[in-house]
């Protein structure tokens, strides 16, 4: 499986909203080798909120529900009415022409944690949260590749519980250097004899 992976300091030369996007995401979730820095990433986020780019107000809305350490505190009206906004926008990017494959796998990724967490409106349907996860992470999305295994495998959401295939995503997304997935794999003691 080939994974997605982006070049941090080449998406700092540009200007665009995706781009704004992996760079929040990465610094928010320490990917792509990012030390983890709220600031950072709520700066960036910003700068695609400000660009009018659905995945940037979408991480905003999601960093008000759940609070973004330091940098944001939890105002959950305000995450819900940015989460409201950004859902139709995000489904007129993955239905637009403009973009790259890569770009419209992150975008359905996003609506994937729609349809999980219940976000903005989005009636919780953990079946179809599973479909469209599965689908990024056959496609190299490593956060996508994550919660197939700490999430939806391990826990039975929306599929069945199955803690081979729960091993076998988190030490993809480990493999890859996924720090979130070193620790859970960690956590649920895989690799250890039972």
Do not use: W
Request: net charge negative; hydrophobic share 30%.
């Amino acid at each position: 499986m080939d994974i997605i992976k982006f070049d941090l300091d080449k998406l700092k030369k540009e200007r665009d909203g995706f781009s704004y996007y992996i760079l929040g995401r990465s610094y928010d979730l320490e990917e792509n080798g990012a030390e983890q820095d709220y600031d950072i990433a709520l700066e960036y986020y910003k700068k695609g909120y400000n660009l009018g780019y659905p995945l940037c107000k979408y991480s905003l809305g999601i960093s008000y529900e759940l609070g973004l350490g330091n940098a944001l505190p939890i105002d959950e009206e305000k995450g819900n009415k940015l989460l409201q906004q950004a859902y139709p926008q995000i489904i007129s990017l993955i239905n637009s022409q403009d973009i790259g494959e890569i770009e419209r796998i992150y975008a359905q990724f996003v609506t994937g944690a729609y349809y999980y967490f219940g976000l903005g409106g989005i009636e919780k349907d953990y079946k179809k949260a599973f479909e469209i996860i599965k689908e990024c992470a056959n496609k190299g999305h490593i956060a996508a590749i994550y919660d197939l295994g700490a999430n939806f495998y391990y826990n039975g959401k929306g599929t069945d519980r199955n803690y081979k295939l729960s091993e076998h995503y988190l030490r993809i997304a480990k493999e890859a250097g996924l720090k979130r997935a070193i620790n859970k794999y960690e956590e649920y003691e895989y690799g250890e004899e039972r």
